[in-house]
């Protein structure tokens, strides 16, 4: 059916088909030139993207061993996992285009030097105990194990890793 006014997004059609072909071309390791023009350049869109929430999601993989002392499971012994971290972050896109990050809600630069400088080194290829552990007369021989406050299990070094972003906001 025909409409008699043209869809509110009208005007922004152009920059969203070009942004998704870009993201394509990202994908596969293509220069991404145009993304920037598009985003910083075009003025209305800018304005459009302060009345929005975008969703950016950055991942990150590490591996780390724990034991979960007191569980009644097979997770009580030492064993291993392969993590994979996804970082999302919601909110409006930077819209002042003297800055050098418009149109970013988050510089993903500064999350990858946080996660790299401040969170990788505590978790990645790490033996993660609680302090109280049955395991603790190993940690002399061993520079790789941490030991840590609370029981650790995927969700408790997700909430360290929260505290960690939250001092670096």
């Known amino acids: 059916p025909r409409y008699s006014q043209p869809s509110p997004f009208h005007q922004y059609s152009n920059c969203f088909r070009k942004s998704m072909i870009i993201r394509k071309l990202r994908n596969s390791n293509i220069n991404n030139v145009e993304l920037k023009n598009c985003f910083s350049f075009n003025r209305n869109f800018v304005k459009y993207l302060e009345k929005v ?5 950055k991942e990150f993989d590490f591996e780390a061993a724990h034991a979960l002392d007191g569980y009644l499971g097979k997770c009580k012994d030492i064993h291993g996992h392969s993590y994979h971290l996804e970082m999302t972050f919601i909110g409006t896109p930077k819209s002042d285009l003297g800055l050098s990050d418009c149109g970013m809600v988050v510089d993903f630069g500064d999350i990858k030097k946080i ?14 105990l ?9 940690e002399s021989i061993n520079e790789r194990i941490r030991l840590v406050d609370y029981q650790p299990t995927c969700e408790n070094m997700l909430v360290e890793i929260v505290d960690i972003l939250k001092r670096n906001e």
């Open 115 to 128: 996660v790299k400088t401040q969170i990788l080194p505590l978790f990645d290829h790490r033996l993660i």
């Open 130 to 138: 609680r302090k109280d552990t049955r395991f603790k007369e190993i």
């Open 53 to 57: 929430k975008i969703r950016i999601t």
